[in-house]
Nanobody, 124 residues
Framework: QVQLVESGGGVVQSGGSLRLSCAASGRTFGDYDMGWFRQAPGKEREFVAGISWSAKTRYYADSVKGRFTISRDDAKNTVYLQMDMLKPEDTAVYYC?????????????????WGQGTQVTVAS
């Protein structure tokens, strides 16, 4: 069993930056692919970024490519999402997710474990 807890959300001006963190419990964190998803009001949840268990492969949604960076620190059981050049359309609740062999698919149901979400609001 793995528990995920996100932090780092908040309100930022357009063009600003935030770094989200996702702390995981459990000894198998290093075996899991990890991802970030987001859901804006009235919209479906969408894939944002993913990183393989080995950290050798990263995946990004086209809408965030070049602006967001996903990384992981297995010694700290933590995955990060560095978000730069934020836009108002990035406003959403951001969720961390993990699971074995969840990537390269970007479908949420492939991820077994989810955090509670953290709100990111980008003011124009």
């Amino acid at each position: 069993q793995v528990q995920l807890v996100e932090s780092g959300g908040g309100v930022v001006q357009s063009g600003g930056s935030l770094r989200l963190s996702c702390a995981a419990s459990g000894r198998t964190f290093g075996d899991y692919d990890m991802g970030w998803f987001r859901q804006a009001p009235g919209k479906e949840r969408e894939f944002v970024a993913g990183i393989s268990w080995s950290a050798k492969t990263r995946y990004y949604a086209d809408s965030v490519k070049g602006r967001f960076t996903i990384s992981r620190d297995d010694a700290k059981n933590t995955v990060y999402l560095q978000m730069d050049m934020l836009k108002p359309e990035d406003t959403a609740v951001y969720y961390c997710a993990g699971g074995p062999s969840a990537l390269p698919t970007r479908r949420g149901y492939e991820f077994n474990y989810w955090g509670q979400g953290t709100q990111v609001t980008v003011a124009s």
